[in-house]
């Protein structure tokens, strides 16, 4: 006679509830030499390349939760950004399983370490202008209202003058609210001088960083 | 250097949530899988966002003093080697 139910306690969940489904999250890829992260996190490697990844319940992924997800992924890249060179994935990446992940790295492999090599040693910026409170059209003198337009011009200037110090940049459409509106990447070495270059602008600057290299993270081979 | 690094730190909930959301590496194909509507999902963040926004505007920017959106407080490598 067979018991009609397993014994409590056996060793898999009994028969017919399938169990729930879970998706591998990628916050970063990253050399392969990040001190063991804190779980859940953990890293899947393929020879010198890593990506650091936890198992997730995508039911997770709700409006309520949302904000305290992308604080999640967040803080595992700025954390492994403490340690190293990374390349942050897009919100929300997932895989199928451990071998999904290492596919993707077998793929793009020679890329992301040319990547990886290419922005070792950066940091990224973000530089905001605010455009002056604009004066009535009515009652602006003929100089006023040249010089008005000279100011609006200059964040092309401005730009130059702090891209001479950074690797590459990345300019936005200036909204109507900004004269310049600008990610940098800079080396270690001259964030220094890139700063000072931002204090030499004088008046109101925004200044955001040092962030990890998210405006810079592509991989050409993984978007084909 | 450290220290003017440490006050360079005026980000904004919405400068976070543009890198996590609109930066980084895109996989495309087959090898990723989506479980989630990620483009709902962030479109439901915006949403919040944008009334985050209203909301700071009102003077509840509740968010300023969780270190977590203050990604220049980050101690990172304060003393940098000199360089060769």
Known sequence: MIPSSPPAGASSPPNDRPSPDTAVYAYTITRWSPPDPAAPVRVVTHRDIAMLVADVDPAEFTEPAMIGLVRRHHTVVREAFEHGTVLPLRFATMFADDDAVRRLLRECHDEVVATLAAIAGHREWGVRIPRPQTAPAAGISGTDYLALRRRERDGDQLHRRLARHTSRSTVRQPGPGFRLDAVYLVPDQDEDEFLAEVDSIGGEVETTGPWPPYSFSELRTAAR | ?84
């Open chain 2, 1 to 84: 250097m450290t220290d003017e690094l440490a006050t360079r730190s005026g980000a904004s909930l919405a400068d976070v949530l543009e890198r996590v959301l609109d930066k980084g590496i895109v996989i495309v194909g087959d090898i990723s899988v989506n479980v989630v509507d990620v483009e709902l999902l962030t479109l439901r963040v915006r949403l919040f966002v944008a009334s985050a926004q209203t909301a700071q505007e009102m003077g509840m920017d509740w968010w300023t003093d969780d270190p977590f959106f203050s990604p220049g407080r980050r101690e990172l490598a304060p003393e940098r080697p000199p360089q060769p």
